[in-house]
């Protein structure tokens, strides 16, 4: 009884195929006798469109090696005594930021958080950004 209406599955197809990470994707459950009028199957052939459409629209400037063609940017948190680094990637003007794994202390690993200028300035102000927290809190 609930789902996504179709120009929501569209939507997140653009978006999937637009992610420099992802390497696949899939639609499954598809079943031609039950499908009235050719309905769905139209509905997924314009899913795929959307999808292909992201994967041409692809930036390709994620952060795989944050060092290598990014600005970096760091801010202190006043309290915490704890840094956040940032990056801004030159060519799309896109933030991401740093946030280690919890309890991790054999080798420093990190995570990057997809983010915005205004994280960027929260954190200038010694602030902890609200995206930095809740994605600290997934980690644990």
């Given at each position: 009884?609930?789902g996504?209406?179709?120009?929501?599955?569209?939507?997140?197809?653009r978006?999937?195929?637009m992610?420099?990470?992802?390497?696949?994707?899939?639609?499954?459950?598809?079943?031609?006798?039950?499908?009235?009028?050719?309905?769905?199957?139209?509905?997924?052939?314009?899913?795929?469109?959307?999808?292909?459409?992201?994967y041409?629209?692809?930036?390709q400037?994620?952060p795989?090696?944050?060092?290598?063609?990014?600005?970096?940017?760091?801010?202190?948190?006043?309290?915490?005594?704890?840094?956040?680094?940032?990056?801004?990637?030159?060519?799309?003007?896109?933030?991401?930021m740093?946030?280690?794994?919890?309890?991790?202390?054999?080798?420093?690993?990190?995570?990057?958080?997809?983010?915005?200028?205004s994280?960027?300035?929260?954190?200038?102000?010694?602030?902890v950004?609200?995206?930095?927290?809740?994605t600290?809190?997934?980690?644990?």
């Open positions: 009884p609930n996504f209406y179709s120009e929501e599955a569209c939507q997140m197809m978006y999937a195929g992610n420099d990470k992802l390497s696949s994707v899939g639609i499954y459950e598809i079943n031609p006798e039950y499908d009235v009028n050719g309905k769905t199957a139209h509905l997924v052939a314009q899913m795929i469109w959307c999808f292909i459409e992201g041409y629209n692809r930036k400037d994620y795989f090696n944050p060092t290598e063609d990014m600005t970096k940017y760091r801010a202190f948190i006043t309290n915490d005594s704890h840094e956040v680094v940032f990056y801004k990637s030159p060519k799309t003007g896109r933030w991401w740093q946030v280690p794994f919890p309890n991790n202390t054999k080798n420093e690993r990190l995570y990057l958080v997809p983010c915005s200028y994280d960027y300035q929260t954190a200038s102000n010694g602030e950004p609200d995206r930095w927290w809740r600290f809190q997934k980690l644990i």
